[in-house]
């Protein structure tokens, strides 16, 4: 079955600077991935997705770049604020199956 | 709109107890979910109804888990008997769905956060 991980477990960044977050996946079927949110206390939030006929989809203040190629996608933060520390995941949307999820620790 | 409705926010049961967990989804949602969300990990799938009628359950451990979607509106998720490792989040989702691939990204609610001791 597809599976979906992160590449680096806990991101620290300043505030106002930008934030990478990078997610690799198995299934090269696999056509749509969700970004989540999740707060402690809280359900996963729905961030953004991405369809595999896009490379890039753009939000407020998030980005997702897919790279089929490599089975790679990735969220990017613009201005982390405060607000933003949370895990994040990233999701096969079709079967909805969550990678281990990636911290993020904004310093103020 | 209404977001995903869970019950009990909380429970602490002791081990071999039976637990039950209740779901009310985003009104018109064809598509429900049932996730368990150990600590630090990601949410793993349990089940996923399309209306009343079970799409995939090949991660449930159907020994001690079971689940029903009755009306196909709300969902009960039950465990009999617990086990010390069911300890987790317990996270509803809901989606619009088309020929089973979601139109719109999914919704949770907040959980259900069980522990057994």
């Known amino acids: 079955g597809e599976s979906v991980g992160l590449h680096l477990p806990t991101l620290s960044v300043q505030e106002g600077d930008n934030s990478i977050i990078n997610c690799a996946y198995s299934?090269?079927?696999?056509?749509?991935f969700i970004w989540y949110k999740q707060e402690s206390g809280k359900g996963p939030q729905f961030i953004i997705d991405?369809?595999?006929?896009?490379d890039k989809r753009q939000g407020q203040r998030v980005t997702v770049l897919l790279n089929k190629t490599v089975k790679h996608l990735s969220l990017q933060i613009a201005a982390t604020q405060p607000g933003d520390s949370a895990v994040y995941f990233c999701?096969?949307?079709?079967?909805?199956?969550f990678g281990k999820g990636n911290q993020v620790v904004v310093i103020p | 709109e209404a977001g995903v409705a869970q019950s009990p926010r909380y429970k602490i049961i002791e081990k071999r107890q039976s637990v039950a967990f209740w779901c009310n989804p985003i009104?018109?949602?064809?598509?429900l979910y049932w996730y368990q969300q150990i600590l630090g990990q990601g949410p793993k799938l349990l089940i996923q109804?399309?209306?009343?009628?079970?799409?995939?359950d090949s991660q449930l451990p159907k020994d001690r888990f079971s689940a029903e979607r009755l009306k196909g509106v709300d969902s009960t998720l039950k465990i009999q008997p617990a086990k010390l490792e069911d300890s987790a989040v317990y996270l509803c989702?809901?989606?619009?769905?088309?020929?089973?691939?979601?139109?719109?990204?999914?919704?949770f609610g907040s959980g259900t956060r069980l522990t057994v001791v």
């Open positions: 299934n090269s079927a696999s056509d749509y």
């Open positions: 991405i369809r595999s006929n896009m």
């Open positions: 999701a096969e949307g079709n079967r909805l199956a």
């Open positions: 009104s018109g949602h064809a598509t």
């Open positions: 989702a809901s989606s619009l769905t088309s020929v089973g691939q979601a139109l719109y990204g999914y919704t």
């Open positions: 109804f399309q209306n009343n009628g079970v799409v995939d």
